[in-house]
């Protein structure tokens, strides 16, 4: 049994930056959150978890990302094994 990182950029909905923070550090509990600028003032968030490869998917927790109120956009930007 092996350990998974999965980094994720998230994409919030307009002027909904701050919502969708707060609601993944409240409803999924990641490793770490931070925000990043795109462009021009455009901000994406960071997220960061890690499970045992046996307990969960990257793709259940993608879906439940993009289940969270404010958000837009989920994708993996990196995977690995740690």
Same mark, same amino acid.
């Given at each position: 049994?092996?350990?998974?990182? #999965?980094?994720?950029?998230?994409?919030?909905? =307009?002027? @909904? &930056? @701050?919502?969708? &923070?707060?609601?993944? +550090?409240?409803?999924?509990?990641? #490793? !770490? $959150? =931070?925000?990043? @600028? &795109?462009?021009?003032? %455009?901000? $994406? %968030?960071?997220? &960061?978890?890690?499970?045992?490869?046996?307990?969960?998917? !990257?793709?259940? %927790?993608?879906?439940?990302? +993009?289940? $969270? =109120?404010? #958000? !837009? =956009? #989920?994708?993996?930007? @990196?995977?690995?094994?740690?």
């Amino acid at each position: 049994m092996g350990k998974v990182a #999965v980094l994720y950029r998230v994409f919030p909905k =307009e002027n @909904e &930056l @701050e919502t969708a &923070l707060a609601n993944i +550090k409240k409803k999924l509990k990641p #490793v !770490s $959150i =931070e925000t990043q @600028e &795109l462009a021009f003032g %455009i901000k $994406i %968030i960071r997220v &960061l978890f890690t499970f045992n490869d046996s307990d969960a998917s !990257s793709s259940r %927790i993608e879906e439940q990302l +993009k289940g $969270i =109120e404010g #958000v !837009s =956009e #989920v994708e993996v930007e @990196e995977e690995t094994l740690v």
